[in-house]
């Protein structure tokens, strides 16, 4: 058996080369990063790994310190790819931790799951990303913290801006109402972190834009269309507005957002996928799928990397990419899809039948008396 100290710097060396092409800094590094620029952003993630340990070896570990039993956890691999694509993209510093081997530090910043992506400002805030793990989603989230919370919107900018965001609120509100401009502030400050919003005063700039004056309205880039507003209402129906106005058509399923969909009284269509390409191409076909029984079903679109633990549980095979289930949270219901291709006409069948009661739920003997007539 290797004497304790020897193990141990044994396990070091292997924990500092295994990092699967990761470039991280050290705690000296982060504090110096973090506090000399105006906006960093740090991913903390777990990817060091162990090869194969004899028992006894195990036993041995059993008393190592906790840096040494953290999980290497996949989804912080998948990160990878996503996190050099944003780097290269992007003039702010944007760096990584491997928390196998800086653990106090992420102990310091309560970082309990991986990836963590923190943004901190150089006065000292911290903000969480609870985004989708892709390089155009973290680009974006980025991209935000230099703006103020409310822009000031021209004729001069209004073009660019619409389309400066997934989703781009601006109040065509003139200056002397201060009610209407305090709620909007208030509503923005809520989801500065997620939206970009701004104000427009001039009534020339809504009358170009064909816009009520004053009335709040949603620029959805990727959607190619808007959602208006046009009432004086307060923070609560701003705050339905902003829910209906940014649903997509067809979400992507993250950690921010899977209560939400849990709760929204809806079953849940599953598309797994680890390629950007084939959920382009997923989301074009199925859209016209998913407005037609938007009001019964949720047609979201799952990353396999950071969710594939929920594969087994749906009836798909672990390593499944792309699979397709849908979920009833309210009866627990699962449906997988066993089709050989999965096509807008095969889903389509697939929902159908089991609103018609053909297809049963996973571990169901016995068909039911009546059809899933809600999903």
Same mark, same amino acid.
């Not at 208030?186 to 009335?215: L, Y």
């Not at 208006?228 to 067809?250: M, R, V, Y």
């Not at 849990?262 to 076909?285: I, Q």
């Not at 009866?331 to 095969?346: L, M, N």
């Given at each position: ?29 982060? #504090? ?64 990584? @931790?491997?928390?196998? @081997? ?99 005063? *001039? ?73 950007? *390409? ?27 990397? #950071? ?69």
């Amino acid at each position: 058996m290797l004497p304790r100290s020897l193990l141990v710097c044994v396990l070091n060396l292997l924990l500092l080369t295994e990092v699967y092409g990761w470039s991280h800094v050290d705690r000296d590094q982060f #504090e110096s990063i973090t506090s000399g620029n105006e906006v960093s952003l740090v991913a903390f993630v777990a990817v060091s790994s162990i090869p194969s340990l004899t028992a006894g070896l195990i036993e041995l570990l059993a008393d190592m310190p906790p840096r040494f039993v953290k999980p290497w956890t996949e989804p912080s691999k998948a990160l990878e790819s996503e996190w050099l694509s944003a780097t290269a993209r992007s003039q702010n510093s944007l760096i990584s @931790i491997d928390c196998t @081997i800086e653990s106090e530090l992420c102990k310091k910043h309560e970082i309990i799951s991986y990836p963590a992506i923190r943004l901190f400002l150089g006065d000292g805030q911290e903000k969480r990303y609870r985004g989708p793990r892709k390089a155009s989603s973290i680009l974006q989230f980025m991209n935000r913290a230099p703006r103020p919370i409310i822009s000031n919107v021209d004729k001069s900018n209004i073009k660019t801006f619409k389309s400066s965001d997934e989703a781009v609120f601006i109040a065509y509100i003139p200056d002397e109402e201060g009610h209407l401009k305090s709620t909007f502030t208030a509503f923005a400050k809520r989801h500065a972190d997620r939206f970009t919003f701004g104000i427009a005063s *001039d009534p020339k700039v809504a009358k170009t834009e064909h816009m009520q004056f004053p009335s709040i309205v949603c620029h959805k880039a990727s959607e190619g269309g808007q959602e208006a507003f046009s009432s004086h209402a307060g923070l609560d129906a701003l705050e339905k507005f902003l829910e209906t106005a940014t649903a997509p058509t067809i979400g992507e399923f993250t950690r921010r957002n899977e209560m939400k969909y849990m709760k929204a009284g809806k079953s849940l269509v599953y598309y797994f996928t680890s390629s950007d *390409d084939d959920r382009t191409v997923y989301n074009a076909a199925l859209k016209p799928l998913a407005k037609a029984y938007k009001e019964y079903l949720n047609f979201v679109t799952v990353d396999v990397a #950071e969710y594939g633990h929920m594969l087994p549980n749906l009836g798909l095979a672990p390593n499944s990419d792309p699979a397709l289930a849908v979920f009833n949270p309210m009866y627990g219901q699962v449906f997988p899809f066993t089709e050989d291709e999965i096509t807008p006409k095969a889903v389509e069948s697939f929902v159908v039948n089991i609103a018609q009661g053909k297809v049963q739920p996973l571990g169901s003997q016995a068909p039911p008396t009546d059809g899933h007539t809600e999903l």
